[in-house]
């Protein structure tokens, strides 16, 4: 059972386009990560969400943390070539060690 | 590069084979996981240590072992290997035994069982 659904799971889109990828779950997590991971790479934080309805900006990204913090989102403004990689959402538990990772998605953005 | 070094970065080894994984954390950095990362599991959670003590367990096989040593470097042990087992492992560390704050992952170990 994947506790962390994301969607999509592949997304291919033109530069300067927007999109949004979705972390969803039946569980709460104390906070939840975003992670991007390139080709032969280990996984890069993006950030950290902890409170319900949380927003964080990071330059054209924007990060949402629902507000029963079972699920959160990822919006991407203007799309560029370098934004190509795997999306991971991680949502982790105030009293475990462990990061529960989504599927993550692959994002293409062509020039 | 985010501190974390982990060696090596490729192996290749026959089915039944023993191999050992190294990590060594960021400095400052008492807690280390191990992950696996497969093309049809995504990322796993195989178990973390801090500061030398096992602190929680993922989705280990009993084939697989690990331990932290006084250094703080950790070795992820794979045993009586099975194809199946090919995958990325990636070691993360972060400060404290819990991660809601954040992990830094190494560049993994890719792992090929033939």
């Known amino acids: 059972t994947q506790l962390l659904e994301q969607s999509p799971q592949f997304l291919s889109i033109q530069e300067g386009e927007n999109l949004t990828v979705y972390c969803n779950s039946s569980?709460?997590?104390?906070?939840l990560q975003w992670y991007r991971q390139e080709p032969g790479e280990g996984p890069v934080l993006l950030v950290t969400v902890v409170t319900g309805g949380e927003v964080k900006k990071l330059k054209r990204l924007t990060f949402q943390f629902g507000d029963a913090r079972k699920d959160s989102s990822l919006h991407i403004t203007a799309a560029q070539p370098g934004d190509t990689g795997l999306y991971l959402c991680a949502g982790a538990r105030s009293n475990t060690g462990k990061l529960i990772f989504g599927q993550g998605t692959t994002l293409q953005v062509k020039p | 590069d985010s501190g974390v070094t982990q060696t090596p970065k490729h192996l290749i080894t026959a089915t039944g084979q023993r191999v050992t994984l190294r990590c060594s954390p960021r400095?400052?950095?008492?807690?280390v996981y191990w992950y696996q990362q497969s093309l049809d599991q995504g990322l796993q959670f195989l178990i973390q240590?801090?500061?030398?003590?096992?602190?929680a367990k993922g989705n280990i096989l009993e084939r697989f072992s690990a331990q932290q040593f006084p250094d703080l470097h950790s070795e992820l042990n794979l045993s009586s290997l099975e194809l199946g087992d090919s995958a990325l492992y990636f070691c993360?560390?972060?400060?404290?035994?819990?991660?809601?704050?954040?992990?830094?992952f190494g560049q993994g170990t890719r792992l090929t069982v033939v």
């Open positions: 400095s400052g950095d008492l807690s």
């Open positions: 569980s709460v997590f104390s906070s």
């Open positions: 993360a560390s972060s400060v404290g035994p819990l991660i809601n704050t954040e992990a830094f």
């Open positions: 240590y801090y500061n030398g003590e096992e602190r």
